[in-house]
């Protein structure tokens, strides 16, 4: 029986994926209640849809977990390019949504391309310096193939605009970059020649612009700070203990969608200081146990895997956090496994499940195995002498 039959996943990253799926169907409610009833006359139409995606989000997760993630590395490529197709044909037919486009719609089903390119990309990028090794220094046969996949990936995603999903695609793929054998001299013309494009982006967008205008400014003046400025009410609210589960205020028309990016406004107006700490501190525990299963990984594209997915999921929670509590400018980053949405919590729940079956197949759990009794003299013998429970 091989090596990979005797471990099993790791238990600690797979019951905080769960608590946070769990907690959130309370979050969600809470903050889209008194939104849902004045809009569908029921308070319980956003818990009842966001109930189904954490229910799909959950099959996601016991999918990657059962599949061997080095079936993924053959795939990678089909499903980058996939994804390239899939972000084409949004701009052209994806539904428009606040000025961006960033949907496709198939009946009353939505897709949201982007999530679906992030993660294609991380899986792709771990198998090229995974397979490539050492001749990833060289800059034409292997820096230049990831540049090319990292901006087609991007630069679509950029143009839809989404410039927050894109600048943390940019940022992953540099993580990536930084953990292989590629040269410093090459990454950092990479950031250099990835600066200019993002302003050129941003001056493109007159929103972006004035998003971190008004940021830098403070003031608590103008449409574009008034949803950040709501939210951060709620974490005064808060206090240190919350004032309880159900009774935020600052749901109650204050917060623009508080189901969505600002859900940890909510956490935090309702749970308090001690509230927040503590979904932190799950997202910490994913971070250590993370790069933890990276570090026992069997091989190089399993080690590559673990820090992307486990980088994805702690930067967007940080950042997310970060624009709740006046940190960063205001993005539309969803908090991971929390926020209401469906396409991230799917394939970030597919992610963490592959992050979930690289760990039983290192050494960090092994099962309890039991040495056979000895056979009596004269009786026929076989070279099962180890069952595993």
Do not use: C
């Not at 999921?313 to 209401?340: D, E, K, R």
């Amino acid at each position: 029986m091989n090596r990979s039959q005797r471990n099993h996943i790791d238990i600690w990253t797979l019951i905080v994926v769960l608590t946070l799926m769990v907690l959130s169907l309370g979050v969600v409610y809470s903050a889209s209640s008194t939104w849902a009833m004045e809009k569908f006359g029921s308070s319980n139409r956003l818990l009842n849809l966001h109930a189904l995606k954490v229910l799909l989000g959950l099959v996601a997760l016991f999918v990657g977990m059962s599949i061997d993630y080095k079936k993924y590395k053959k795939l990678t490529k089909p499903a980058v390019i996939g994804s390239i197709v899939f972000l084409m044909v949004t701009l052209v037919l994806g539904g428009e949504v606040k000025g961006a486009t960033r949907w496709l719609r198939f009946g009353g089903l939505s897709l949201q391309p982007s999530e679906f390119a992030k993660f294609a990309l991380l899986f792709h990028l771990s198998a090229l310096i995974s397979t490539k090794g050492e001749a990833i220094k060289d800059l034409k046969k292997g820096f230049l193939p990831m540049m090319i996949w990292i901006g087609s990936v991007s630069g679509l995603v950029l143009l839809q605009p989404n410039f927050s999903t894109g600048s943390m695609i940019i940022l992953m793929s540099l993580v990536m970059l930084f953990i292989s054998k590629a040269r410093f001299l090459h990454i950092f013309g990479t950031i250099a020649a990835a600066i200019p494009l993002l302003l050129a982006v941003a001056l493109a967008r007159p929103h972006v612009i004035e998003r971190i205008r008004s940021f830098i400014d403070g003031s608590g003046g103008g449409k574009l700070n008034y949803q950040l400025y709501q939210g951060i009410m709620g974490f005064g609210n808060g206090g240190v203990f919350g004032v309880g589960l159900g009774l935020s205020k600052q749901r109650d028309f204050f917060l623009p969608e508080s189901y969505g990016d600002f859900v940890f406004s909510i956490v935090g107006e309702e749970y308090g200081l001690i509230g927040t700490i503590f979904f932190m501190a799950l997202f910490l525990v994913i971070m250590l146990r993370g790069f933890k299963i990276a570090k026992f990984a069997r091989d190089e594209f399993g080690r590559l895997l673990a820090i992307g997915i486990t980088s994805v999921v702690t930067l967007y929670a940080l950042v997310n956090a970060g624009v709740t509590l006046g940190i960063l400018p205001t993005t539309g980053l969803p908090m991971p496994f929390v926020s209401y949405g469906g396409s991230s919590l799917l394939f970030t729940s597919f992610a963490v499940g592959v992050l979930l079956n690289i760990s039983a197949q290192t050494d960090m759990h092994p099962r309890a195995a039991r040495t056979a009794p000895p056979v009596p003299a004269g009786l026929p013998t076989d070279d099962k002498t180890v069952k595993v429970y």
